[in-house]
């Protein structure tokens, strides 16, 4: 190779040189040449440099993974030569120092050849790998062929993972080959593979990482091997004894990994039982369980392994379970033998790692199944068992005292996590045992509230949280779970009792105030019902202790932001609860609530709360106001005095924007990009401004309507001020957003007082030439016409024209700038027209087809073209779904000049029902375009349904002679449009069409 090519491999390769080793590669990977070259290199050792190495077994790997069918008899026997040659120099060097990636790549290629060649022309392939490792002097302590016994397990392994390995989809092909490769195995050679391994292990001068290797190598073809070839004394005696503590920690962490393969091979029920008390036997003498707890740095490696094993063996056990035959004997004995193994896997899951835990989680949800379906109550001591391991379970709840809640990183995402699956645990144990788990959980609560001044943080976190999970993992409705008349409603209210007089909502870490309010959150229906029994002190004592924690420093007021700003949304959740038992309170919630709502452009000003949460607040306070059983005159004063923030600067701020987004204008790649220009800010206050006075309105409803609270007036004179933000042509996206956001929420409150507002709104947008703000609010016009069908005729008369012709001039503008091309531009198209077309669909289906039919000849001539286009031309097959509808609402709803419908129908509707669905974009084999097609099929149907037969004398006469029919299929068709239901004619239909464009 070229010295630029072979500087190119290294690392340190400059441009030019990586971009010519690329070339090279490219060139020589898919030649025969590339063979030739690569495995003479390597027959050869021409190298030094470990790259260019790596680089030829790449050509190799890419030469048999993708051209050896290709390849002539000559190159692939000198393949295999090369491969021969090159293990035998490699197993003969005394100083291979060759890194891990390069003999991992070329025990890969072995492994390939190996797939290629070992059923039919390399059949002692595996006999001759060992022949070559196994020299007489082969493992002496520093003999060169140690290499070759790393290279030789090395090339197993890969075997293992090209043929065996299920973590990979393979085809059925391939599978079956494999399955194929691994009977042939097992006649031709895995008894002197066996023996080898065998040989390995016992050799005293095997280095510890061929022992590893070995180890694992075992582990992994225990699982398709016979596995009285490894289960045996004299195998299983070396195996356990390199679990003790005289090996290396890689050789006790591969032994493990041995075992668990062995532990989780499937077997027959029975079998699988004995195999285990054996293992589990073993492991006992080998004193390897005391070490649970151990969680030091150096051996935590081997605890994880350990900790697997357990595991598998556990779960491999109550696997087979499920297995045996139900209600024998087999099925009891597992049972008691997964229960009497259970307390030490328990050992392992409360190790201080949390790596060691996460291996048993598996196992122990699976026991939790087991169990549910085995019944616990028929042994003795399951509720010790039990209770020890929710113990266990809450005490890998807690939260570490490093943990870092301000900057979560790796390690917190992590144990997040990992708390998943804890809660999960948690859940099926409540599941299994609620009483159980409700009286611990009780007693636990209340020794850690008694003391929660004196214990660490994350005890009293987690004892609360596991409090606030019980509501996730109880079958008990929320409505009956504060009932006298069970356990769980009667230690469910005495847990509640004591949080709440507990004071530890005063608790100095503010995640332990946090899950404090979650959990009053959660259970906040036990205030209505605790205050109904309680007298008034006790019940004001209660409701404003609990208020007064949400409000002053221990939650809203909190110098935590994240405490802040949940506690916004626990609050308004809370007080949406209790409802009239905070009445008495109202107007002290809104005076502290109002000190924290800020409304202003000014980055300087002190915020506790960001905009999000404030929308909350003013949820909240519109809610406390409409629902406090105020007079009316008292309500809208204090509506007013909500909104009245909101609205008396809007037009300042408004006019400061546009100064601002003027003087930006001089700059504006400097600043009008950017998030944070002034007028970008200034546009974000008006937004919210919009949004916390829509959230207001959320509290009105069916029962306390806007109008009835006399609080119409009051948003309407919002509406009047909002209405400025669509005569600005500066970050509308902003300001409109908020506007509609506000016009949605009136459609709702205000009823059709809301409908005056909407010609004015499409003029401001009109005459500000902002048309694709137009197309924005379309949306919003669908839900008007939806919600007053019966009233909305003249509004949206009067403006119909206006939004098509925006449509128009938004389409005709995307279009052009489409003639550069791009996807980005052509989704734009497809978006316009479908706000377009569901725009005419909310007319059609509210029978306001006449809006259309209204307007002058030429405007509804315009707007019947574009229905034919989006029918017929149009790929976008949900649109043209809408279009079809479209004109069968207009053909059934018509109720005009019935010599204009025919018209319609003759010269564009009917034409449209052959056109479409024979365009060559119409995808017959498309399941979305198979309901456009049953859509024409309805519109042809009630057509001819309307106008009978001067329908089918038009097709005879017009549309049959274009598309060259047989007498035969004209009849066939115009007997099926007559006879045939809807459901038969669709059918017909689709094969008709099918034909046509088939011929």
Known sequence: MEPDVIHGLGPGADNNSRNKAYEYFEKVKS???????????????SYRDDYVNFFMWQILEHQVTHRYFELSDNLKNGIRSALITWLQNYSKKTDASVPLFVKNKAAQVFALIFIEEYLNSWVTFPQDILKIVTAPDLIAANSSKSNGIDMYLRILKSIDTEVVDRSFEKSPEFQSRCQNIKDTMRDRCVQDLVESWYYILVNPNTNHQCLALCLKIIGRYIDWIDMNL???????????????????SEVREAACECVTGVAGKGMPPQDKLSLVANLWQALEDCSVFQHAAVSDEEHIEWIIKLSGLVSTMLSSLILSHAKAEKGSDVQTHIVESVRAKMPVLLQFFVNDDDDVSMQCVEAIRSFLELEKKAGKASADGMD?????????????????????????????????EFLKSLKVLFENLAFLSPDLVMTTIGEMLAETLNHWRNIPFNEVEVAIRVMYLLGESLTTNFSTLFSTDNLVGSTMREMMRQLVLSEVVSHTHATVRQQYFETIVRYDRYFPIACHSLDEGEQAALTVNTIQAFLDHRGLRSDNLQLRSRCSYLFSRFVKTLGKVLNPFAEEILTQVGQLLVLSPDRNVERLLSPNDQMFMYELSGYVVVNANLDQERTVQLVTALLRPLVQDFAE????????????????????EKETCLSRVYANTLNYAMGYASRTSKAFSTHKTMQACGCGQVYRDALNVFLSVLSVQYHTDILHLGFRQYMHRMVTCLEDEVLPFIPHIVQNLVANQQANALLEFIPFFNQVISKFKKTIGPFISEIFMIVVRAVFQVLNQQQNNNCNGGFHEDEEIRTTRRYYFNFLHALVNNNLSGVMVGQNKDDFEQVLTTLVQGATDFCDAITRKIVFNIMLKIVETWDCDEELLWEICREKFLPCCFRAPLNPNFDLRDAQTILVLYESCSLMKSIFKKQGDKVEVFLRDFCFPTLNLTKDQIQEYCMALRHADNKAFKNYSKNFFGQMKGS
């Open 230 to 248: 490894i289960v045996n004394e004299r195998f299983m005696v070396q195996i356990f004894n390199f679990l003790k503590s005289e090996h290396s």
């Open 653 to 672: 701020i408004l006019s400061q924007l546009v100064a601002h987004a003027e003087n930006e204008a001089g700059t504006e790649e400097a600043a009008m």
């Open 31 to 45: 030649s025969d040449h590339g063979v030739q070259i690569s495995a003479t290199a390597l027959a050869n050792d």
């Open 384 to 416: 010790e068992l039990l209770k020890q391991m929710l113990y266990a379970i809450i005490s890998k709840l807690k939260y570490d005292m490093e943990y870092n809640f301000d900057n979560e990183g790796e390690d917190e995402a992590d144990f997040d």
